[in-house]
């Protein structure tokens, strides 16, 4: 969540997920450079609603155990 700005509508693109023999790796972006991504304005209240009482560190989507969705339609 440290890399949603729904203040300022926009997504810190600068870091990838990736897994790696089972488990989760976060690595550079494809790109090697971080991105600024504008957050559509009919998305903010759904955003807001789906972050809210999580922790800072947490994913956007992920399962309620704390883990990355392995679902590639989530």
């Known amino acids: 969540l440290q890399d ?3 203040g300022e509508k926009r997504l810190h693109i ?3 997920l990736n897994e790696v023999r089972g488990y989760f790796e ?10 600024l991504i504008s ?10 609603s789906h972050m ?9 989507f992920q399962t309620p155990s704390g883990i990355c969705h ?5």
């Open 4 to 6: 949603v700005d729904l």
């Open 14 to 16: 600068q870091r990838n």
């Open 26 to 35: 976060f690595d550079t972006t494809k790109s090697g450079r971080s991105r």
């Open 39 to 48: 957050i559509p304005e009919f998305l903010i209240p759904l955003l807001k």
């Open 52 to 60: 809210e009482g999580k922790a800072s560190d947490s994913l956007i």
């Open 70 to 74: 392995q679902d590639p339609l989530v």
